[in-house]
């Protein structure tokens, strides 16, 4: 939609949409098992993580979209995220969407 300015200069208006709102319709479309891309693990409390996980934090991982938590998870709503291919980093533990840094996007 283009409207006139008092001075005659055309200006068009966009549509405006939260990130949050684009980044739940990305979330839409992501089929459980599909390529998320890379990532560096950072998480928001790495002290009561297992050992296993406070030896990955600042690695960058591939990783895979597995799911988006139940509001019975610890993590309601949130995307989660595996390992992609392996097991050699995470040991098989879903990572929360705000534990990981991804590279290459906005």
């Excluded at 934090?57 to 309601?76: L, Q």
């Excluded at 949130?78 to 097991?87: F, I």
């Amino acid at each position: 939609m283009a409207f006139l300015l008092r001075y005659g200069c055309p200006v068009t208006i966009l549509a405006w949409r939260a990130r949050d709102s684009q980044r739940r319709l990305a979330t839409q479309a992501r089929r459980p098992g599909s390529y998320a891309g890379r990532a560096r693990f950072q998480p928001l409390y790495p002290e009561l993580l297992p050992t296993i996980l406070q030896q990955a934090i600042g690695k960058i991982v591939e990783v895979g979209f597995a799911r988006v938590a139940s509001d019975d998870d610890a993590f309601p709503g949130q995307e989660l995220y595996l390992e992609w291919c392996r097991d050699d980093v995470f040991d098989g533990f879903e990572i929360p969407a705000r534990d990981l840094d991804f590279l290459g996007r906005d």
